[in-house]
């Protein structure tokens, strides 16, 4: 079986190359380079925001897997926090990934 750093670094890996190779504009949002991928139907069930936005948190799984396959970071948040809470699709810009001090101001890092 694959050890999580192996299948992080590879993830890492094939998302740089997804990312060289993709195509978006320097300012695109993560929900406006998501709807190239089926339109709002990609994210929300009939195009429309769910009111717990688990729906969403699931769509993202889907695709990226769950937050405890991910990372030590993404695992520290599993069932804690929804991948919206810090990846926040409507005002991310693509290719920006929130720090540890985006919402912890006590010196924590990513380990």
Not at 5 to 19: E, I, N, Q, R, T
Not at 69 to 89: I, N, R
């Amino acid at each position: 079986m694959m050890s999580n750093k192996l299948l992080s670094a590879l993830f890492a890996a094939g998302f740089a190359v997804m990312m060289s190779s993709a195509s978006f504009a320097a300012d695109e949002n993560l929900a406006d380079f998501h709807v190239e991928m089926g339109g709002c139907e990609s994210c929300h069930a009939d195009g429309e925001p769910s009111a717990d936005g688990e729906f969403e948190f699931e769509q993202c799984q889907s695709c990226h897997g769950s937050l405890e396959e991910m990372d030590a970071t993404h695992q520290a948040h599993d069932g804690m926090l929804m991948c919206a809470d810090c990846h926040a699709p409507h005002d991310a810009v693509v290719g920006e990934k929130p720090t540890c001090d985006t919402c912890h101001d006590d010196g924590r890092t990513a380990e």
